[in-house]
């Protein structure tokens, strides 16, 4: 028997698995039973159950030695545990225990499993293993033929363990990398040294492997770019009538990619502008003229640009001559030169150029338009270029360019056919699966054309054969085997892209193991209920699995059930069930085993039920749950609305609930109509739970009506009609249809038929809409609990084409050119024009004439209209009307306004100009006015002054406001002398100027302020003097003084005039502060101010009954500008505030 247990512990188990984590889990289970079983015999021979005859079940495996002795499954380092003798009755051993036995023999057997057990039969732990997963791929690149750079890169690398190593194809062959060649292995970048085209164009793809596997990278194409230069050759004149449209010819050179164009006009850098005359084609370099003029002669070379990955390269090509021979003055209908093509394929993604341009006189405007659907706003342009930044398949259809001016219309229609690369909808990933199991994979990819699908294992193409079957995006295996372990790859490729997904199969194969996930070693389990005990160990293939209960095996019956899976289940639970259950498994890797013991409680009961209950919209109720339980168990209570649990941890949630051990009671506060439904009340312990149920009816406004269409469209008119939405348990009474503007209109109650639409209702007629105007309508019900969510907005409408209803508004003129009639008027907003082609239909006439004139306005932003005749005598007063048309005919015309021509300027020069100076700074002129002309209305006159010895060119002008004939000019320079002329003016301008005549200012006044100020006080009046101010000989004479006064009683200043250089003024006995500036005046207008602050302080000295006092400060502002009186008090404030501060 020794021998034996030795011949099993030194033979290597089976290790076939090897899991992601890349560690290998070299189980020895399979010896280790057996072990456990040889020594349970050297310790005393096989273990007898209690019941013999009742172990060996027909059709069921033995038991094996291990279950025989009751061993555990969680084995000793060496793969053996013992567990200690347990007492029983001679002869009567039981399950779990062996009988006693001497400890130097287990010891003895213990010692030889351990020194006999070769290293590899431990658990051991390497390092992580797994295939190669790309981090980086190679890109296409685009190099410049003329680069100067060296060398070009592809990169490639991969997170791999162990580390990958790497090859690489071209164009499906693999490259021979030398150590000395110019293609060098850098890491795994490829390294092309000295690239050339012939040599190294061509389509390149990474090979990473490990020894778990290999995988391709994508496609990486490597391209060359090149522009070669124009043709030396001189480039023959061009030749056109000026007003005929004109192209000149690009004729780029060779080159690859695609080029950039603008055209030079005689000189670099004066690049020829884009403008509605003006077209580059980006698609053939050619420049269009729509209309040519005596502005575009000159020498015309194209200017070609290559941009490509790390370079842009730049060509001219010869100056061709255009030509212009004599005008042509005829109009011209559209001609589209420009056109493009009738299909035109693209990738989703990619941005969709459009070009169009015609000929034509006037230059013609261009339009677009999808003709089988609608074109998005963002992309509506009068350009010659229609451009899709980023097209989709709700982008393909057919568009039409149309170019049109007054002459006719000329259109080119195309189709855009939208495609795509290959995009994965479904994929791989990485699997690990049981030896012997079927696998399916799959995988699929959208694209247009639909992408076609392949498979690569290790690299390398994988067809169907023996126990594999290839079928598109499905992979099958049968029976799996190590064989068939390694990196997989989906290929999904159509005319636009291939790309590629990864992943690792690993197939493992081990014996059961329940070290991760044994039996739960204690089972609690309500009395009368149901139980389930799950058996998973882990295991490759999957284990046959056996329970067993004490010394008992389980088999199925009415009360227990071993599932397929292993599960043991339990029905209508009793005290007798309580005790030990043990599962057994075995694979041909192996056995092994769990425990758990079972222990039964009482059942948990509802002893009061929850009560169905029909509430309004914001009522509050509670739903009442008592329930009983085992007291050994928690017990808690949980709720859930139509199944959904509910969340009371919500902020701002409308449910509460009690928080009693055996009370469950929920509280919906504010009930809202989604808190209606079925509610569940659980009461639930660890081992068991019970529920009751309770419906819950909230009443409330109707929910949205749904699914509003429109029909029957007319110009003013539209017929709605809806579904029935959810009334929430109370009766619809009526609806409202609301309207709204798109895109940012209010939505608006309209007016309907019938009037008042009853709750039945489900079609109703919409009125009093606007035609040609885009609408989006609605739906709300009401009820007796009030009105509820309208419905989602119809579709958008547009509704028919009207004339015009209403005329414009805002008629008036003038003003213009000699010879003109300017008709001004305010614009119709888009709800007033009623339909496509609006304009504007002016009628005029002399007044007093009978016959009217008409001129046509397009376009609904037109304001303004000029008539031009030489004829027409200034300001002469025309009878104007105006109504607005669109295609489908006139509108009401508006009132008779009256509309003058244009003014001329006045004939008539002002009389009797006289000027005299006032001041320093100052003079007033002043004339005889000038009567009304017939030239325009007289708006005032215009003061021209400058000084002697200046020209006219000079002066400085001043207006009056009005038909005053009195100004004053200030801001002049004293003692200066000027000349003066008066002028007339109107709209039109000036007319001509008076005789000139001459005013002198006054020299300034005095420089100096008044000094030396003293001040007195008696009980009624405050005596101030100071220093005479006398005048220097450039300075005007002195003829009085001004003094601003202003007190603590009386915050509005006072001011007196004096022609003494003393001033006596009345004040109270209880003023304290005083304010005071004294300043000169004369012809020269006032000086510069003193500023003295007076303080009244009556205890300073008694033997003075009245207090004296001189300048306390006296602030000398020479050779600065006055300040105004009220400047000057406001300083003054801030001052005497601050020294009434200092004295309390």
């Excluded at 575009?296 to 640009?305: E, I, K, P, Q, V």
């Excluded at 389980?554 to 599960?567: A, E, K």
């Excluded at 425990?595 to 409680?601: A, E, F």
Aim: include cysteine.
């Amino acid at each position: 028997m020794l021998q034996w247990l030795w011949e099993r512990t030194h033979t290597r188990p089976h290790c076939h698995r090897r899991r992601r984590c890349g560690r290998c889990a070299r189980t020895a289970s399979n010896g280790r039973a057996e072990a456990q079983a040889a020594g349970g015999e050297l310790a005393g021979g096989p273990s007898r159950l209690t019941n013999p005859g009742s172990i060996h079940l027909p059709g069921q495996p033995l038991p094996s030695l291990q279950v025989l002795l009751g061993l555990q499954s969680s084995a000793s380092p060496a793969g053996l545990r013992l567990l200690s003798s347990q007492s029983a009755p001679p002869g009567q051993p039981t399950m779990g225990t062996t009988p006693r036995t001497k400890p130097h023999l287990l010891l003895l057997l213990l010692t030889m499993v351990l020194i006999s057990t070769p290293a590899w039969s431990l658990a051991q732990v390497t390092s992580a293993t797994f295939g190669p997963v790309f981090e980086d791929q190679p890109l296409g690149l685009l190099f410049p033929e003329e680069s100067t750079e060296e060398q070009v890169t592809l990169a490639c690398r991969a997170r791999a363990s162990p580390p990958a190593t790497y090859r690489w194809k071209m164009n499906g062959t693999e490259m021979k990398l030398e150590p000395d060649s110019r293609h060098q292995l850098v890491g795994g970048n490829l390294v092309i040294i000295n690239p050339t085209k012939a040599q190294d164009a061509g389509v390149y793809q990474c090979l990473a492997s490990n020894p778990v596997g290999t995988v391709v990278s994508r496609e990486a194409v490597l391209r060359f770019g090149f522009l070669q230069e124009f043709s030396k050759e001189e480039r023959d004149p061009v030749k056109a009538h000026e007003g005929w449209g004109v192209m000149l010819p690009c004729n780029p050179p060779a080159h690859y990619p695609g080029l950039s164009y603008r055209w030079l006009l005689n000189e670099f850098p004066n690049f020829i502008p884009t403008d509605g005359r003006h077209f580059v084609s980006q698609t053939t370099g050619n420049l269009y003229i729509a209309r040519t003029n005596a502005s575009d002669l000159g020498n015309y070379s194209c200017l070609a640009t290559s941009h490509m990955d790390f370079s842009t390269k730049s060509v001219f090509s010869k100056f061709a001559q255009l030509n212009l021979a004599a005008e042509d003055p005829r109009l011209f209908a559209p001609s589209i030169k420009a056109r493009f093509p009738a299909e035109t394929y693209a990738l989703v993604g990619q941005q969709v150029t459009l070009e169009c341009f015609a000929f034509g006189n006037p230059v013609p405007m261009i339009k677009w338009r999808k003709v089988d659907g609608s074109l998005s706003p963002q992309w509506a342009t009068a350009e010659p270029t229609l451009q899709i930044p980023s097209v989709s398949f709700e982008d393909e259809g057919t568009y039409e360019c149309e170019a049109e001016n007054s002459k006719g219309r000329d259109t080119v229609q195309g189709r855009i056919i939208v495609q795509a690369q290959p995009e994965w909808l479904k994929v791989i990933s990485d699997t690990e699966a049981d030896i012997g199991a079927n696998l399916r994979w799959g995988c699929a990819a959208a694209g247009k054309p639909r992408p076609t699908v392949r498979w690569l294992r290790n690299g390398e193409p994988l067809a169907s054969q023996n126990r594999v079957e290839v079928l598109a995006g499905d992979l099958r295996f049968s029976k799996l085997s190590l064989e068939d372990s390694g990196m997989y790859q989906c290929v999904a490729e159509n005319k636009h892209g291939t790309i590629y997904a990864s992943a690792e199969l690993a197939v493992q194969a081990l014996a059961p193991d329940f070290r991760q996930n044994p039996v739960r070693r204690l089972i609690p389990a309500a009395r009368g209920g149901e139980i389930s005990i799950a058996c998973q160990p882990r295991a490759a293939p999957k284990a046959t699995v056996l329970w067993s209960k004490g010394t008992e095996i389980l088999v199925n019956s009415s009360r227990v059930t071993v599932t397929p899976g292993g599960t043991l289940i339990i029905r209508n639970i009793s005290r007798s069930d309580e005790g030990k259950y043990t599962c057994f498994a075995e694979n041909f890797m192996g056995k092994a085993n769990s425990t758990g013991v079972l222990s039964v409680r009482d059942a948990t009961k509802i002893t009061l039920a929850p009560s169905s209950a029909d509430i309004n919209l914001g009522d509050n109720l509670t739903l009442q749950c008592h329930a009983s339980h085992d007291p050994t168990m928690d017990l808690t209570f949980t709720w859930t609305l139509d199944d959904f649990p509910i969340n009371f941890d919500k902020p701002g949630g409308h449910y509460r609930r009690a928080s009693v051990e055996t009370v469950g009671d929920l509280m919906i506060l504010n009930a809202q109509l989604r808190h209606g439904g079925k509610y569940t009340c659980m009461a639930q312990t660890v081992v068991d739970s019970a529920s009751k149920e309770a419906t819950v009816l909230v009443r409330g406004p109707p929910g949205p009506p749904g699914g509003v269409v429109v029909r029957d469209i007319s110009d003013t008119t539209v017929q709605l009609s809806w579904s029935r939405g959810f009334d929430n348990h109370s009766p619809i009474a009526k609806y409202t249809l609301q309207a709204r503007t798109p895109p940012a209109g209010k939505w608006k109650q309209v007016r309907t038929n019938p009037a008042n639409i009853e709750g039945n209702a489900e079609t109703a007629q919409v009125l009093g809409l606007t035609p040609w105007m885009d609408y989006e309508f609605r739906v709300l019900a009401s009820n007796i609990l009030g009105t509820g969510e309208p419905s989602g907005p119809s579709s958008r409408i547009r509704t028919k084409e009207a004339v015009p209803s209403v005329a414009p508004s805002g008629l008036s003129g003038g003003g213009g050119a000699p010879g003109e009639l300017i008709v001004n008027w305010t614009p119709m907003s888009r709800e007033y024009q009623n339909g496509d082609g609006f304009g504007y239909l002016l009628s005029f006439r002399r007044q007093g004439s009978s016959g009217w004139q008409t001129a046509r306005v397009p376009g609904a932003d037109a304001q303004y209209f000029v008539y031009s005749n030489e004829s027409i005598q200034p300001y002469t007063p025309f009878e104007v009307k105006i109504r607005s048309y669109n295609q489908r005919g006139d509108g009401p015309e508006s009132l008779t306004a009256i509309v003058y021509s244009a003014e001329e300027e006045p004939r008539v020069a002002p009389a009797k100009v006289w000027a005299k100076g006032v001041s320093s700074s100052e003079m007033n002129v002043t004339w005889e006015p000038v009567q009304q002309d017939v030239n325009g209305i007289l708006l005032g006159y215009e003061i021209r002054y400058w000084k002697a010895g200046d020209k006219e060119a000079a002066a400085d002008r001043v207006r009056t406001a009005g038909l005053e004939t009195v100004a004053c000019v200030t801001s002049l320079q004293p003692n200066t002398k000027y000349h003066v002329t008066v002028r007339a003016y109107n709209r039109a301008g000036t007319g001509p100027a008076s005789p000139s005549t001459n005013a002198t200012t006054m020299k300034p006044p005095p420089r100096r302020p008044p000094s030396n100020i003293s001040w007195t006080f008696s009980s009624s009046s405050l005596t101030i003097q100071w220093d005479p101010v006398v005048a220097l000989r450039n300075e005007s004479a002195v003829t009085g003084y001004k003094m601003l006064y202003q007190n603590d009683l009386h915050p509005t200043p006072t001011l007196h005039l004096t022609s003494k250089n003393w001033i006596e003024i009345p004040t109270l006995e209880d003023i304290g502060h005083a304010l005071v500036q004294i300043r000169t005046t004369g012809p020269g207008g006032d000086g510069i101010p003193a500023e003295v602050h007076i303080v009244r302080n009556g205890g300073a000295d008694s033997s003075q009954p009245y207090p004296r006092g001189t300048s306390m400060m006296v602030e000398n502002a020479a050779g600065c500008p006055a300040p105004h009186p009220n400047t000057i008090f406001s300083h003054s404030v801030v001052m005497f505030i601050f020294i009434g501060y200092l004295e309390l």
